[in-house]
């Protein structure tokens, strides 16, 4: 099964301490460097009328600039987050990239606290989320397709 998910990136920079500290001291840039690494999306499309939606990064939404286009002249609108690791994150975004990044390094829960600028309990449930999701990907992307084929292969020379 495929995942729409990158585990292989070419610039590991992206991710070293100090550039994730300096892309994430504001909303926006916070925004522009999650859209460059995948975290979301980088474009959405309008679904009525099916032209490219522009990013409104000061209310982290998508909106589709042909109201024209649509009937009875309506605002289309789509949240930035939507469909992404982030969806439910009911914290800022820059503050949710530095809490990945802590779980990422494995910090404790208090130098992660500190690092994001949140309590430990927030800290405690996103570790937790983060923990939960990974495990949903793993389970199903090609790393248990894996599995099942060395355990088969295993058997199969149990067998012999």
């Not at 500290?21 to 504001?26: K, L, N, Q, R, S």
């Not at 982030?86 to 990044?101: G, I, P, T, V």
């Not at 390094?105 to 500190?114: C, F, I, P, W």
């Not at 994001?116 to 309990?121: H, L, S």
Request: glycine share 4%; charged share 25%.
């Amino acid at each position: 099964m495929s995942t729409p998910f990158q585990y292989h990136i070419e610039d590991e920079g992206l991710f070293a301490l100090p550039h994730v500290m300096e892309v994430t001291c504001d909303e926006e840039t916070c925004a522009l460097w999650c859209m460059e690494v995948g975290l979301i999306d980088r474009s959405k499309l309008c679904p009525l009328c099916g032209a490219n939606m522009k990013p409104s990064f000061v209310r982290k939404r998508w909106k589709c600039s042909r109201r024209a286009e649509h009937a009875e002249g309506k605002e289309v609108s789509r949240g930035m987050l939507t469909s992404s690791f982030l969806n439910e994150s009911k914290l800022k975004l820059h503050r949710a990239a530095r809490l990945l990044l802590a779980w990422c390094m494995r910090l404790s829960q208090v130098q992660a606290s500190e690092m994001a600028d949140v309590c430990e309990r927030t800290v405690r449930d996103w570790y937790a989320y983060c923990r939960s999701t990974c495990s949903k990907e793993l389970l199903k992307a090609e790393f248990k397709v894996l599995l099942s084929c060395a355990l088969s292969l295993n058997v199969a020379i149990m067998l012999r």
